[in-house]
């Protein structure tokens, strides 16, 4: 592939969700921690958009990407049956790392702030989980956007 055709790095990607009835307290309001499903859900997304996924077998070796920090905080009310916009941003890439910022809104009102760190890792091994260097194929396709030090 000439440098002309390759894919420029990805910083940034957003992806919608219906608020189903099962993300929702008897009040209609969304449930505080299906916020962290929902940005689990927008980082599994970007992930395969980029050919890869949160869990993956290579070479006999299972690949994983467990959580070591997870935060958010929630400054609207999201409802059944609204639609959720998720912007999910790279605030850090590490060797072995990725650090996400996400904002959660609907109909131009935000809702939720979040990030998210996790870490690239061999799973399954005896001795626990033993890190690794994000897959060249996909560092090269990640690049940090400019949101260090922001939510």
Same mark, same amino acid.
């Given at each position: 592939?000439?440098?002309?055709?390759?894919?420029?790095?990805?910083?940034?990607?957003?992806?919608?969700?219906?608020?189903?009835?099962?993300?929702?307290?008897?009040?209609?309001?969304?449930?505080?921690?299906?916020?962290?499903?929902?940005?689990?859900?927008?980082?599994?997304?970007?992930?395969?958009?980029?050919?890869?996924?949160?869990?993956?077998?290579?070479?006999?070796?299972?690949?994983?990407?467990?959580?070591?920090?997870?935060?958010?905080?929630?400054?609207?009310?999201?409802?059944?049956?609204?639609?959720?916009?998720?912007?999910?941003? *790279?605030?850090? +890439? !590490?060797?072995?790392?990725?650090?996400?910022?996400?904002?959660?809104?609907?109909?131009? &009102? @935000?809702? #939720?702030?979040?990030?998210?760190?996790?870490?690239?890792? *061999?799973?399954? +091994? !005896?001795?626990?989980?033993?890190?690794?260097?994000?897959?060249?194929?996909?560092?090269? &396709? @990640?690049? #940090?956007?400019?949101?260090?030090?922001?939510?």
């Amino acid at each position: 592939m000439s440098p002309l055709q390759e894919p420029l790095p990805i910083s940034d990607f957003r992806t919608t969700r219906r608020v189903e009835f099962a993300d929702a307290d008897m009040g209609g309001i969304v449930h505080f921690a299906r916020y962290l499903v929902f940005m689990e859900t927008a980082e599994h997304e970007f992930l395969r958009s980029l050919g890869s996924d949160a869990f993956a077998t290579r070479e006999g070796v299972t690949i994983g990407w467990p959580r070591v920090e997870v935060s958010c905080q929630y400054l609207s009310p999201a409802h059944f049956g609204d639609v959720l916009d998720i912007h999910l941003r *790279i605030a850090r +890439k !590490g060797t072995s790392s990725l650090t996400y910022a996400m904002t959660i809104s609907t109909d131009d &009102r @935000l809702v #939720a702030r979040g990030r998210m760190s996790a870490v690239c890792c *061999i799973m399954g +091994k !005896g001795e626990g989980l033993e890190s690794i260097p994000i897959p060249e194929a996909l560092a090269q &396709r @990640l690049a #940090a956007s400019s949101t260090e030090g922001k939510p």
